[in-house]
Structure formats: C-alpha cells, structure tokens
C-alpha cells in the first residue's frame, strides 16, 4: 500500500510535544479560505510505502525518546489516506513512537480505529456555527460531528487549534459561540490562537488560484493574545477546564 505524501518535516516543534517528525499528506475536501497550504488540495502521486515511511521516521527515534517527542501526521487532511494511515501507526506503536493526528475530523469514517493508536488529536475548529462553516470551508460540518463523537468515546487528549481572522474570529461574540461549541469536545488539554499570516500567499499566485482573503491584514498577534485572554476568562467562567 502506497500513500501520496507531499512533505516531512524533521525537528519541527509546535505540532504537538517535543520534537516531531511531521509527515504532511496531500489531499483535502476542506477548501478553507484562510488556507496557507493549497497545494496540499490535491491528492499527488502516490510516493511512499508504510515501510519507507515507518524506516524514516524511526531514524529520528533517539530524539523522541529523551524530550517526549514522536510523529505528527498532518496535511491536507490524512484522514482521506484512512488506510494507509492505519498500517503505518499500527508498526509505529509496535516500536514505541507517540503519534498526534493534526486534523479537521473531514476524513472518510474509520475514527475508532484509528483514535484507538493516536496519542494525541490536535483537532482544527473551523468555524462552530454550520452555515458559516459551510461558508468558510465548502463542506458541511457534520462529518467533522461524526469525529467528534469518535473522539470523545476514546477518551483520547485532544488539543484544540483554532486560526483567528481579522473580521470573523476577531470579535466576543465568536469568541461566545466558540466556547459553546467547546462543551462538547471532552478531554480538552489545550486551546490555541493562531493568527492569520500571509505566508502561503505567494503559493495561489504560483498556482494561479484565487486568494480569496488577499485583501484581509495578517492578524494582529497583540491582538490575538488580547483575544485569548478574554476567551480564556470565558472558558472557566462557563465552568469549563479552568486551566488549559
């Protein structure tokens, strides 16, 4: 079995614990406007094994073990290569390696068994009111409901990402519907803000695809901080985890 992986990332430090070797797949439903990585929308050509895979992440192996590092399966969205992804995490437990799933939950089905050998779920909040996530991604917001039902019954630490655009999150009242929206993930360890940048701008030129927020400022990280701040307050006055 072959997988289409577009990159990996040795050494990377802010998908998850540790230092990570980060394995990006090519493929995505989702068409969010905000995305920095259109590249990845496309399913390429089919380049990895799961043994050549497992081999290559195995070499950095030494670093896992002294700073509780591991793998970080990202994308695009690797839930769309649900079988290959299985294969490969079931030899990755056999040797021991910690495995964090960086996802939207926009997969194909299979969320048991592969919440079963993830370690952690970095889980991407797109937007918590469904119109608006049809709006912001193309696609609807119950698969991405069926995962969460997955996620929750595995009890597995989920870390919530969420990317905060000038003129959508950047406002309480988003901040109001996303706490709400939260009550409903179970197991939460840690929220974070991710500004909105403008460093896969230069990628839809050279696609020759159109940059929907080209005309929207980069995030403000002042005012993002500002932001999670309030949510924090929020979040615990909603009786909610009161540290994250």
């Given at each position: 079995?072959?997988a289409?992986?577009?990159?990996?990332?040795?050494?990377?430090?802010?998908?998850?614990?540790?230092?990570?070797?980060?394995?990006f797949?090519?493929?995505?439903?989702?068409?969010?406007?905000?995305?920095?990585?259109?590249?990845?929308?496309?399913?390429?050509?089919?380049?990895?094994t799961?043994?050549?895979?497992?081999?290559?992440?195995?070499?950095?192996?030494?670093?896992?073990i002294?700073?509780?590092?591991?793998?970080t399966?990202?994308?695009?969205?690797?839930?769309?290569?649900?079988?290959?992804?299985?294969?490969?995490c079931?030899?990755?437990?056999?040797?021991?390696?910690h495995?964090?799933?960086?996802?939207?939950?926009?997969?194909?089905?299979?969320?048991?068994?592969?919440?079963?050998?993830?370690?952690?779920?970095?889980?991407?909040?797109?937007?918590?009111i469904?119109?608006?996530?049809?709006?912001?991604t193309s696609q609807?917001?119950?698969e991405?409901?069926?995962?969460i039902?997955?996620?929750?019954?595995?009890?597995?630490?989920?870390?919530?990402?969420?990317?905060?655009?000038?003129?959508?999150m950047?406002?309480?009242?988003?901040?109001?519907?996303?706490?709400?929206y939260?009550?409903k993930?179970k197991?939460i360890?840690?929220?974070?803000?991710?500004?909105?940048?403008?460093?896969?701008?230069?990628?839809?030129?050279k696609?020759?695809?159109?940059?929907?927020?080209e005309?929207?400022?980069?995030?403000?990280?002042?005012?993002?901080?500002?932001?999670?701040?309030?949510?924090l307050?929020?979040?615990?006055?909603?009786?909610?985890?009161?540290?994250?």
């Open positions: 079995m072959k289409s992986i577009d990159s990996i990332e040795t050494f990377g430090l802010v998908d998850g614990p540790g230092i990570r070797t980060v394995v797949f090519s493929g995505c439903k989702m068409r969010c406007l905000y995305c920095h990585n259109p590249e990845m929308w496309q399913k390429g050509e089919e380049n990895y799961s043994d050549q895979l497992v081999a290559k992440i195995l070499r950095n192996k030494p670093y896992f002294h700073n509780h590092g591991g793998v399966f990202s994308g695009g969205e690797p839930l769309l290569q649900i079988d290959f992804l299985l294969e490969t079931k030899k990755l437990k056999e040797q021991g390696i495995i964090a799933l960086d996802t939207c939950g926009n997969g194909i089905g299979k969320y048991d068994e592969i919440l079963k050998l993830v370690d952690l779920v970095l889980f991407d909040v797109k937007h918590p469904p119109r608006e996530y049809k709006k912001l609807d917001i119950s991405s409901e069926k995962f039902e997955a996620m929750n019954k595995s009890g597995k630490p989920v870390w919530i990402r969420q990317v905060i655009v000038p003129g959508i950047d406002n309480e009242e988003y901040l109001d519907q996303l706490v709400e939260l009550k993930i197991n360890e840690k929220v974070e803000f991710l500004p909105f940048h403008h460093m896969g701008f230069e990628k839809y030129k696609l020759n695809i159109t940059n929907p927020l005309d929207v400022p980069p995030m403000d990280l002042a005012k993002c901080d500002e932001l999670y701040q309030l949510f307050k929020k979040y615990k006055n909603n009786n909610l985890k009161k540290s994250i």
